[in-house]
């Protein structure tokens, strides 16, 4: 005959005696999803000068003069290229302070986001 006292049944949800005669049950915190990422893409058009594309990516998008151009050159070829990846809100923001930058040059450029 065992003389050890019976495991009690595990709570389904964790237990914390605070010490004074209270135990409060912790219920597990919610799973969260990451909150989703958005990329802002620039697009090619024949007509933006590429100087003003290249110092819109170090205005906005935080990139040095070789980054910059880098990524200026990636558009110019492939058609479209991704400045970079923000929370939806950021992203959004980004998007107009762009387009704005662009019409206020005079500049046809595109500039758009999209979930990542
Ligand atoms: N294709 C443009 C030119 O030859 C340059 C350009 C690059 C325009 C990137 C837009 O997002 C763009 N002047």
Redesign the pocket.
Known sequence: MSTDKPTPAAPDVPQIDEGHGAVVAERQAQKTEPPRMYQVV?????????E??VVVLQEYFNRDLEAATQI??K??HDG??VCGVYSKDVAATKVELVLAAARRGG?P???IMEAA
């Open positions: 620039l697009l090619n058009d024949d007509y933006t000068p590429m003003f594309v200026m050159l558009i110019h479209r290229g500049h450029l595109q500039c």
